[in-house]
């Protein structure tokens, strides 16, 4: 939401917005011009915002909606405001300006896809609007280049917003198996991506992804790419999951505006990296969003090849699950996916859009879930000195740390960067 407020401004929208807690966006977003913000969501503050200049659209995320009778949307309902999901803003935006839209979607991948896609076309000299759901080294989360021609943006499977769009092309970096909540079977959340294929132009994706989905190979709208494809490696990439989506965008970019094969493989090669993907906090202390079994299969990929570029002897991994509905459909999935950790420090799960009839897994159930091998390495912990100190004397001894979570105000993440980097955002 911090991405797509600051992509409105640019675009001449007046935007204010609210928070239940100060996070790290505070910063960026005023630093943007966009101060009108306020620090909870009753009803009062909004009516206040809406007094100073008078509110014509409310754009707000799923997360109100496991909200009873949220303030702010009671609000607007009463004073007839209008009131959606960031879809229609951005489709809006899209339409007014004329852009097509290069949307990534799948399972796992497709933050980091995205910013690389971002990356390749500025390195190609092409102005860019774009969205995405993590900090850019190169740039704000969301922007409007008003000579832009392509809208590059995350389209997130959740609450099946990916359905809201009709993409010029589409980029699908791989496709498992999340939010049971929205699709209660695989069957389910597959048939939402053929959908997604459906209503795109033109697609690119895995082989096995197409024949997971069932898909026309003979359907010339689709750019199938095989995982084993020796050109893969022509990406540099630190971690085999990152060489693979670079090595799509690489064919997506070049297919979408004529660049040729080794002028994008050059541009992906120099990708910066984004936030929370493998992301630095001090010397072999790194924070990764990896909260899926796959995703934490491709962190572990990165952290691998990172040690032995280092000579490093230990991985040691901090893992908090992102929710505790996920585990209770995930927990068996992480079996072997640590493979390669000297020493697991597993979290309670991160609550958030939990549902009540599930009792709360503990890490000791959960980590009855891994081989024998890592299961030897594991052990509960939490957030408090204990668990810093412990952080510390690996650092010392020489390790690598990373930090595996998913969560927002409160998760692990936000609490390394309190202890080990000082960087608490600011009011």
């Known amino acids: 939401m911090a991405g797509l407020a600051t992509l409105a401004k640019d675009a001449g929208y007046e935007v204010s917005g609210s928070d239940i807690q100060i996070t790290q966006n505070f910063g960026l977003l005023k630093s943007r011009g966009i101060t009108d913000i306020n620090v909870g969501q009753a009803s009062e503050q909004i009516a206040e915002t809406n007094r100073k200049k008078q509110i014509d659209w409310f754009v707000y995320s799923s997360a109100l909606n496991s909200v009873k009778d949220h303030p702010e949307l009671e609000f607007c309902k009463a004073n007839d405001i209008k009131i959606s999901k960031r879809d229609e803003l951005i489709n809006q935006i899209i339409s007014d300006k004329n852009l097509k839209l290069v949307a990534i979607a799948g399972t796992h991948g497709k933050t980091t896809t995205t910013a690389m896609t971002i990356w390749a076309l500025k390195q190609l000299g092409l102005q860019t609007t774009y969205l995405v759901g993590a900090t850019l080294s190169s740039g704000d989360m969301g922007a409007y280049e008003p000579e832009s021609e392509y809208f590059i943006y995350e389209c997130d499977e959740f609450d099946r917003n990916f359905l809201a769009y009709s993409p010029f092309f589409s980029i699908i970096s791989g496709v498992g198996y999340d939010h049971h909540e929205i699709y209660p079977t695989r069957e389910d959340y597959n048939q939402s991506f053929r959908q997604f294929l459906n209503q795109s132009q033109r697609a690119i994706l895995w082989n ?107 991985i040691v991994v901090i893992y908090e699950p992102l929710t505790n509905r996920r585990m209770h459909y995930l927990a068996k999935d992480h079996h072997s996916v640590f493979d390669g950790a000297d020493k697991i420090y597993w979290l309670p799960s991160y609550l958030a859009r939990e549902d009540p009839s599930l009792s709360i897994l503990s890490p000791e159930q959960l980590i009855q879930n891994l081989s024998p091998s890592l299961r030897s390495v594991a052990e509960p912990a939490d957030k408090n000195n204990e668990l810093k100190a412990k952080i510390s004397h690996h650092l010392q001894s020489g390790d690598l740390v990373v930090a595996m979570a998913g969560g927002g105000g409160g998760s692990l993440d936000e609490w390394l960067r309190q202890e080990f980097l000082d960087q608490s955002p600011s009011t």
């Open 208 to 314: 096995s992804d197409a024949d997971k989905l069932g898909l026309d190979r003979k359907n010339d709208k689709y750019t199938l790419e095989d995982e084993a494809n020796p050109a893969v490696e022509d990406v540099t990439l630190t971690g085999l999951y990152n060489r693979r989506d670079g090595w799509l965008v690489v064919n997506a970019v070049s297919q979408i505006t004529g660049a040729t094969v080794s002028a994008v493989t050059d541009a992906i090669n120099d990708f910066p990296g984004v936030g929370r993907r493998f992301e630095k906090i001090s010397n072999n202390l790194y924070s990764d969003d990896a909260h899926t079994p796959e995703k934490i299969v491709g962190c572990m990929s990165v952290a691998r090849e990172t040690a032995k570029k280092n000579g490093i002897q230990k």
